[in-house]
């Protein structure tokens, strides 16, 4: 079983900022990926931006410049923090895992928070 804790969402007006956190927890051997990704109403969910096993981050074009994702391994956590938000920044935004379970395990296994708001008030 793994747990997601999200937090930090909430109503801000544009130009304003936010910072989102998540933590993880339970039957994990090793985080590979974490990050977050936002569904706003009638569309796909998307990539906000991500931190690869490599320790690389993938960020979408559209919040590079603005948003800024950090990772501290030793406690398994990810914040996102946004800064000069806009409307369409509004979503709900979901942390996501990529983990193993053991050492003599290779397979990955994928799980997702619950879902933080963010409005963003023109």
């Known amino acids: 079983q793994v747990h997601l804790v999200e937090s930090g969402g909430g109503l801000v007006q544009a130009g304003g900022s936010l910072r989102l956190s998540c933590a993880a927890s339970?039957?994990?051997?090793?985080?590979?990926?974490m990050g977050w990704y936002r569904q706003a109403p009638g569309k796909q969910r998307e990539l906000v931006a991500i931190s690869t096993k490599g320790g690389s981050t993938n960020s979408a074009d559209s919040v590079k410049g603005r948003f800024t994702l950090s990772r501290d391994n030793a406690k398994d956590t990810v914040d996102l923090e946004m800064n000069n938000l806009k409307p369409e920044d509004t979503a709900v935004y979901y942390c996501y895992v990529v983990y193993t379970t053991g050492a003599g395990d290779l397979r990955q296994y994928g799980y997702w928070g619950q879902g933080t708001q963010v409005t963003v008030s023109s």
């Open positions: 339970g039957r994990i051997f090793r985080i590979n990926d």
